[in-house]
């Protein structure tokens, strides 16, 4: 079973910034599409940005382009999330999703709070 385990979620202002993690222990981590969704309460899961598998191309959402950005350390198993310019309505759990062979695994999510 792959297990996705994120970090780096917590509480900031308006304007500030966060970097979320996600770590896995599959060796095929490299072969993979990666994602990061976020779920607002009361709102559906949707996605914030993907990366391909090597990275070479990335995917945002409109609300964060230019202030949210996507990576991939193959070597560690990891991608990220730099996200810059954090508003309010960034607050979400985020979810960290890996799909493989089309089949998809999901981590079991950080808070990310900002305050105004």
């Known amino acids: 079973q792959v297990q996705l385990v994120e970090s780096g979620g917590g509480l900031v202002q308006t304007g500030g910034s966060l970097r979320l993690s996600c770590t896995t222990s599959?060796?095929?981590?490299?072969?993979?599409?990666m994602g990061w969704y976020r779920q607002a309460p009361g709102k559906q899961r949707e996605l914030v940005a993907d990366i391909t598998s090597v990275g070479s191309r990335t995917n945002y959402a409109e609300a964060v382009k230019g202030r949210f950005a996507i990576s991939r350390d193959n070597a560690k198993n990891t991608v990220y999330l730099q996200m810059n310019s954090l508003k309010p309505e960034d607050t979400a759990i985020y979810y960290c999703k890996r799909t493989f062979l089309g089949n998809n695994y999901w981590g079991q999510g950080t808070q990310v709070t900002v305050s105004s």
């Open positions: 599959t060796s095929s981590f490299s072969r993979g599409v």
